[in-house]
């Protein structure tokens, strides 16, 4: 009988862990940029990081939040998201980008003339949740095998074994990907083969702090032999 690899939330850790989380910094190769929106052009949020077993790297994934629902960042082909496979090696965290403008005009940047008061509108939002470039916690994750080959059933299972809420478990690694609607399997835009099923992810147990999915689901992809990642989420 199959098992289920449940992503389990274990706790906080600094916002640079080189471990499996959601939420925090990204680590990626020096010189990496931070990516972008296709549609609004806005730096992308932060999601969360996978470290692969075997060495096969760390998969980063970004998402926009600066106008949700107008950037189609639940596609896996729209721009509106970004999954970014990295080598496992000579990660460092990457540099936060300004913020988006805003309607004032200021771009976060401090070089409007009022740069005090910039900075300290900037730190306002982080404290405030409200920086669109990263969530406002950082989420470790215990792996948990249970032995229950389909994801629902497997939460219960650990729920009811544990005596912890099921919105405790942030997802699953590996397996089968449990689509809220239908097949979105994404292929990879250079050898076209389709993408292998890397991770789910679930929103969370706090919603202030929680990725946005339209209260759905998430999944990551990875082509390994030609370095391509893709992201996607239903509801």
């Given at each position: ?45 932060f999601i969360a990081q996978l470290v692969l077993d075997g060495g ?136 076209g083969a389709p993408m292998e099923f890397i991770a789910q992810l ?10 946005n999915f339209g209260s759905g689901r998430a999944y990551a992809h ?14």
């Amino acid at each position: 009988m199959s098992a289920t690899t449940l992503l389990v939330h274990d706790g906080s850790a600094a916002p640079d862990a080189p471990v499996t989380r959601v939420g925090g910094l990204p680590l990626a190769p020096a010189g990496t940029d931070w990516p972008t929106c296709t549609a609004c052009s806005g730096p992308l949020q932060f999601i969360a990081q996978l470290v692969l077993d075997g060495g096969r790297g760390v998969l980063a994934v970004f998402m926009c939040a600066n106008d949700p629902g107008s950037c189609q960042e639940w596609s896996a082909t729209s721009g509106g998201n970004r999954a970014l496979l990295f080598p496992p090696d000579a990660l460092a965290p990457l540099p936060l980008p300004a913020l988006p403008a805003t309607e004032d005009g200021d771009d976060g940047s401090g070089e409007s003339g009022e740069d005090d008061k910039d900075t300290d509108e900037e730190e306002d939002d982080e404290e405030d949740g409200e920086d669109v470039r990263l969530l406002g916690a950082v989420r470790t994750v215990e792996c948990v095998t249970v032995a229950e080959p389909e994801y629902r059933p497997a939460v219960k299972a650990w729920s009811e074994r544990s005596g912890r809420p099921g919105n405790e478990v942030l997802g699953r690694l590996g397996g089968t990907p449990d689509w809220l609607q239908y097949d979105e399997t994404p292929h990879c835009t250079d050898c076209g083969a389709p993408m292998e099923f890397i991770a789910q992810l679930e929103e969370g147990p706090d919603p202030l702090t929680a990725p946005n999915f339209g209260s759905g689901r998430a999944y990551a992809h990875a082509c390994a032999p030609c370095g391509r990642a893709a992201f996607l989420w239903q509801c």
